[in-house]
């Protein structure tokens, strides 16, 4: 599986500042086991957006909250999109748990970064189709950012047919495997791509979230 920016995964473990030899082997190990664990499957299903002022509409599917009416402003249409590292990758973790505690925290951080790296590859795959077309995507925008309520997962995933690559919620609302993402990409003629931060930092009230992305010219937690 292609590579992804190690500096990403030390995000997702916490780091603050220059990583020791330490952390950087074991974020390296961490990388030669996903490769083989890791297996990106993805599906995206592309549906009209429609509203009367008071609601916003996916196909049938009512949008709830200010974040997303902002995100998908000026769009007609949007994409729809899931994609999962599958079971491997949550049964190497829980192996790495019980062998090695501080290499299952730098394989679940890769793990993250890896799959935001794949989830990338995909939405560029996307774009460059809706280019032939002269329409534009806006950045991912998933439940869970800003107001969008996690609620949304359930029937996000019937309509992408996520079953279709082992991709499911467990009895808490969670998405399984673990290293799942659902998403929403707006579709239109003459929009703004990235608005905000591609995955919404900039715009989510969780100012104290341990993964928040730093802003340019400010430091932040990481």
């Known amino acids: 599986m292609p590579p992804f920016e190690l500096r990403e995964a030390l995000r997702y473990m916490g780091v603050r500042g220059e990583p020791t030899t ?29 509203g009367d002022g ?9 949008l709830t ?10 769009c007609t249409e949007a994409i729809l999109l899931c994609g999962t590292l599958g079971s491997g990758v949550d049964q190497l973790i829980r192996r790495e748990m019980l062998l090695h505690p501080a290499r299952a925290l730098a394989v679940n951080g890769c793990a993250a970064a890896l799959l ?9 795959k996307l774009a460059q ?7 534009t995507l806006t950045s991912r925008f ?11 997962q359930e029937p996000l995933l019937a309509l992408l047919e996520a079953y279709r690559i082992g991709l499911t919620l467990n009895a808490g609302g969670q998405l399984q495997p673990e ?23 900039s715009s989510c009230p969780n100012t104290d979230c341990a993964y928040r992305r730093q802003s340019p010219g400010k430091e932040s937690s990481p």
């Open 142 to 152: 998933s439940p869970g950012y800003g107001d969008l309520p996690l609620s949304l």
């Open 129 to 135: 189709t809706l280019h032939t077309e002269n329409l």
């Open 22 to 50: 330490e952390l950087m082997q074991l974020a390296q190990e961490a990388e030669t086991l996903l490769t083989k664990a890791a297996n990106y499957r993805w599906r995206s299903v592309r549906l009209p957006l429609h």
């Open 179 to 201: 290293k799942s993402v659902t998403a929403l990409c707006g579709i239109g003629a003459s929009i703004q791509t990235a608005r905000g931060c591609g995955h919404a930092c």
């Open 116 to 124: 935001e790296a794949r989830l990338d590859d995909t939405y560029a």
């Open 65 to 74: 909250g200010q974040s997303i009416r902002r995100h998908l402003d000026g």
């Open 54 to 62: 008071s609601a916003l509409l996916l196909g049938e599917l009512p």
